[in-house]
C-alpha cells in the first residue's frame, strides 16, 4: 500500500511537470512561431490525458508492477524483447548492476530517452521504487514505452540469488 501511495505522489507531480512543460511550450512557441502553428502542436499530444489514461489504466495493469522472478524467468529464457533500465546514479551502477541492464541516470531519462527501445518491455531498476516510478510514468506518459518498475530493485536481483556486476574498466 505504501508503495501505492508513493507512485500516486509521483504521479501527480508528474502532473504538474507536464502542465508547466505545456505552458512553456507555448509561451516559447508563441515568441518565435505563429500561434496558430503553437496550438496545432499543443493539440497533437495531450499529456494530460495520456497521463489521465495511465492512472486509470494502473490498478488493471499491476500496477505496473514487475516481480523478480518475471524478470529472471526472461533472462533465462534469453527473451529478447526485454530490456533492462537502471535509473540509478552512475557511481551506484559502475559498482554492481544487473548483467545486460543499461544505465541511465534518473535526472537525464528525459533527455536521453531515444536510447531506450520503444520495441521492448522495459524492467526499470533502482534502489528506490519510487524512483523507478517516476522513470516508468515519464516512459510511459512522454515516450509510450511498455515499462515496469522492477520492484525491490537490484537487492531483489541479489536476494533471488542472483550475480550483481561491476562495471568492467577499459
Known sequence: MRNIALLV??????????????????????????????????????????????????????????????????????????????????????????????????PVLVTSMDMVPTDKKIAVVCTLDTNAAFAVTVLRIFADHDAWILVGGPSAWEDAGRELVPTEEM
Open 9 to 106: 505522489f509521483v504521479l501527480l507531480g508528474l502532473f504538474v511537470a507536464a502542465a508547466s512543460v505545456q505552458a512553456a511550450e507555448h509561451k516559447v512557441m508563441g515568441e518565435y512561431d505563429d500561434m496558430a502553428e503553437s496550438d496545432e502542436m499543443m493539440a497533437e499530444v495531450d499529456y494530460m490525458d495520456k497521463a489521465d489514461e495511465f492512472l486509470m489504466s494502473y490498478p488493471e495493469n499491476n500496477y505496473y508492477l514487475m516481480d523478480v522472478q518475471e524478470l529472471i524467468d526472461a533472462v533465462d529464457a534469453g527473451d529478447e524483447n526485454l530490456f533492462v533500465l537502471d535509473v540509478r546514479p552512475a557511481e551506484l551502477y559502475d559498482a554492481a548492476h544487473i548483467p545486460g541492464s543499461m544505465n541511465i541516470p534518473g
